[in-house]
């Protein structure tokens, strides 16, 4: 199985910081996803990646950036936090002949901004 | 109009119960059609796939997709507690890209 590991359960940081939320899939799939989770509102995308060093805007990059130097890995930065951030993050993978199976997700960061 | 809408519920039910989740959607290119469940503080999981229209079970789980209507529904037969949590609906033409609902959340009480 796929697995895909994000490095944090929780976070706290302040507004202002400059935070780093990192993703690490351990099979070798091309597409690579940071979404957002909020009540009411689902589950928004911020970023993807089809491959390495390439990045396309999702429909919530405003206060965001991506990096992916390797394949396995996708990292997501906050520039300069603030709380209207405070969410649920979440990396998904998707890829190759799995694509048709849909996502796999990470267990996802709860970030709180104060 | 959002690609994909779902009643977001709240839905109680009482154990046993069959329950019934549904979403639209508005583009027809959409073929892939997943549901995912997701327990609180989790991410979410895959539960069911189902590729163009037709249905699919597997064991308590039924899914439904009609693209006549752009309608797809999550049927739980004998729900059980153990299936409270929030269930997502996802859709996607290429397979490389997924749209969601917003979600559902569901509790099955004893």
């Known amino acids: 199985d796929v697995k895909v590991t994000q490095s944090s359960r929780y976070l706290v940081k302040r507004t202002g910081e400059k935070v780093f939320l990192e993703c690490v899939q351990d099979m070798d799939h091309e597409n690579m996803f940071w979404y957002r989770q909020d009540p009411g509102l689902g589950l928004r995308l911020i970023y993807f990646s089809y491959d390495v060093k390439m990045k396309e805007k999702g429909d919530i990059p405003e206060g965001y950036s991506v990096s992916r130097e390797k394949k396995e890995r996708f990292s997501l930065i906050l520039e300069s936090a603030s709380t209207n951030q405070t969410s649920m993050y979440l990396c998904?993978?998707?890829?190759?002949?799995?694509?048709?199976?849909?996502?796999?997700f990470g267990s996802g960061t709860r970030l709180t901004v104060v | 109009q959002k690609e994909v809408e779902q009643d977001p519920g709240p839905l109680s039910v009482p154990e046993g119960a069959i329950v019934s989740l549904n979403c639209t959607y508005s583009?027809?290119?959409?073929?892939?059609f997943m549901w995912y469940r997701q327990y609180s503080r989790k991410g979410p999981e895959l539960l069911m796939y189902t590729y163009s229209s037709g249905n699919k079970e597997d064991g308590r789980f039924t899914a439904q997709v009609d693209k006549s209507s752009k309608y797809i529904s999550l049927f739980i037969r004998d729900s059980q507690p153990s299936d409270s949590a929030t269930y997502l609906c996802a859709m996607s033409a290429s397979g490389n890209q997924f749209y969601f609902g917003t979600g559902t959340s569901l509790t099955v009480i004893p």
């Open positions: 583009n027809s290119a959409f073929q892939y």
């Open positions: 998904a993978t998707v890829g190759g002949l799995t694509g048709v199976y849909g996502y796999t």
